[in-house]
């Protein structure tokens, strides 16, 4: 799939920490607990550390005790792609990736029974975002 932003991996990954580089170009996944976004109270817009894509606000992220942070929906549908994920054995997840570049943000889970609007639980990973807090 073309993206809007387009890098060589070498590009990536002298713009990005090894550990950025490792979940956003090669989908893995950062230490549970690790982000402190998981918690973090600040009102704004959470953006791809890749590229600045706007993806989600801090409004609709919830507390879901699931070491990472946790939205219920992103900005906009447009913001984010959904691949099938069956990388785990014996089982079928979605990936979530900015739209914008490509990059690994983590799953969406639905039907767990979280008391959202929608029950979905984007699980991203904190080292895949950016926040901007809102002004006041």
């Given at each position: 799939?073309?993206?809007d932003?387009?890098?060589?991996?070498e590009?990536w990954?002298?713009?990005?920490s090894?550990?950025e580089?490792?979940v956003?170009?090669k989908a893995?996944?950062?230490r549970p607990f690790?982000?402190?976004?998981e918690?973090d109270?600040?009102v704004?817009v959470?953006?791809c550390?890749?590229?600045?894509a706007?993806?989600?606000?801090?409004?609709?992220k919830?507390?879901a005790?699931?070491?990472w942070?946790?939205?219920y929906?992103?900005l906009?549908?447009?913001?984010?792609?959904?691949?099938?994920?069956?990388?785990?054995?014996?089982?079928?997840?979605?990936?979530?990736?900015c739209?914008?570049?490509?990059?690994?943000?983590g799953?969406?889970?639905?039907?767990?029974g979280?008391g959202?609007?929608?029950?979905?639980?984007?699980c991203?990973?904190?080292?895949?975002?950016?926040?901007?807090?809102?002004?006041?």
């Amino acid at each position: 799939m073309a993206y809007d932003v387009e890098k060589t991996e070498e590009e990536w990954k002298a713009e990005l920490s090894p550990a950025e580089y490792d979940v956003l170009r090669k989908a893995g996944t950062e230490r549970p607990f690790s982000s402190s976004y998981e918690t973090d109270p600040t009102v704004g817009v959470y953006g791809c550390r890749a590229c600045g894509a706007e993806l989600f606000r801090s409004e609709t992220k919830f507390d879901a005790h699931c070491s990472w942070p946790a939205f219920y929906e992103p900005l906009a549908e447009d913001r984010v792609e959904y691949i099938e994920d069956r990388s785990m054995f014996g089982g079928v997840r979605t990936e979530v990736r900015c739209a914008r570049c490509g990059s690994h943000l983590g799953h969406v889970f639905k039907g767990e029974g979280f008391g959202t609007p929608t029950d979905e639980r984007f699980c991203i990973n904190g080292i895949a975002l950016t926040l901007e807090p809102k002004n006041s």
